[in-house]
């Protein structure tokens, strides 16, 4: 059987494949990762996994593909990847103190087969001080990451109170959900 090809450039997702024992080659997609406008936030990750995961596939036709995208959810609003250091320290403000949404939409391709579906799971943030977040924001790499932030690095850490669902879907990457629909495919 051909070797899974991961369509992300995520050194998490990298990581969370190697920890499950999952034999994978990267293959970065070039794709618009911009939504049909009215899209639900909820879909916008599904949609996005798809196009990445197709963009792939026409290059590598007969391979496994597998493609996933996470967003942040704060009620309605997207917070993808803050395009600056400003930008990261006000979504890490607003997710302070409150419930947030991790949705990450999965696409498997083989042989004709699509399986795409996503996980959300829930965050709750513990307020956070002003000089944490800086902290944060200043000593850790917030702009590759949905909602300006890392489950497994300082604030979170430090900062998360709970979670509701799929630790690792946080990450980037629900695992327990791919594994099995892997071997199906």
Do not use: W
């Not at 639900?40 to 596939?57: C, D, H, N, S, T």
């Not at 704060?74 to 979504?91: F, H, Q, R, S, Y």
């Amino acid at each position: 059987m051909n070797k899974l090809i991961l369509a992300s450039g995520s050194p998490r997702r990298k990581q969370l494949l190697e920890q499950a024992h999952i034999s994978f080659e990267v293959v970065v997609p070039d794709v618009d990762e911009t939504n049909p406008p009215g899209m639900p936030g909820v879909e916008v990750p599904e949609f996005l996994a798809r196009k990445k995961a197709q963009a792939v596939a026409e290059h590598f036709p007969g391979r496994r593909i597998l493609a996933a995208d996470t967003i942040v959810l704060l009620g309605n609003e997207i917070l993808g990847k803050p395009a600056d250091l400003a930008e990261a320290k006000t979504m890490l403000a607003k997710l302070s103190g409150r419930m947030h949404r991790v949705v990450t939409g999965v696409c498997l391709l083989a042989e004709g087969q699509e399986c795409s579906f996503s996980e959300t799971t829930e965050v709750y943030f513990r307020p956070l001080l002003e000089q944490q977040i800086a902290a944060y924001v200043e000593q850790y790499q917030p702009l590759d990451k949905a909602g300006s932030y890392a489950i497994q690095e300082y604030i979170g850490i430090i900062g998360i109170e709970k979670i509701v669902g799929d630790y690792y879907n946080v990450m980037g990457l629900p695992v327990g959900l791919i594994v099995p629909k892997l071997s199906g495919l």
